[in-house]
């Protein structure tokens, strides 16, 4: 089933990316579809550029199931202004 996404991207890179997905005869929605799918894989083919932001977003830190965020941003806040 196809879910709707919207997402606000640089209009250089939304331009570069329909000619890219025009030359590969697919949709920028399916290009972009194949690409999540292929990170999120585990697989990730080396013919893939990964942008260092992407690579940024890996920290990997286990957050724990029954993490209280709430309560932790509220902690960090009355620490903040002490």
Do not use: C
Request: charged share 30%; glycine share 2%.
């Amino acid at each position: 089933m196809d879910t709707k996404l919207t997402l606000k991207l640089d209009q250089h890179i939304i331009e570069k990316a329909k000619l890219y997905a025009a030359d590969k005869k697919l949709s920028l929605s399916r290009l972009i579809e194949n690409y999540l799918n292929v990170l999120t894989s585990g697989n990730v083919d080396k013919t893939i550029e990964v942008t260092p932001f992407i690579n940024s977003l890996k920290t990997g830190v286990q957050i724990p199931a029954d993490l209280d965020y709430k309560k932790e941003y509220a902690d960090f806040l009355s620490k903040k202004h002490q």
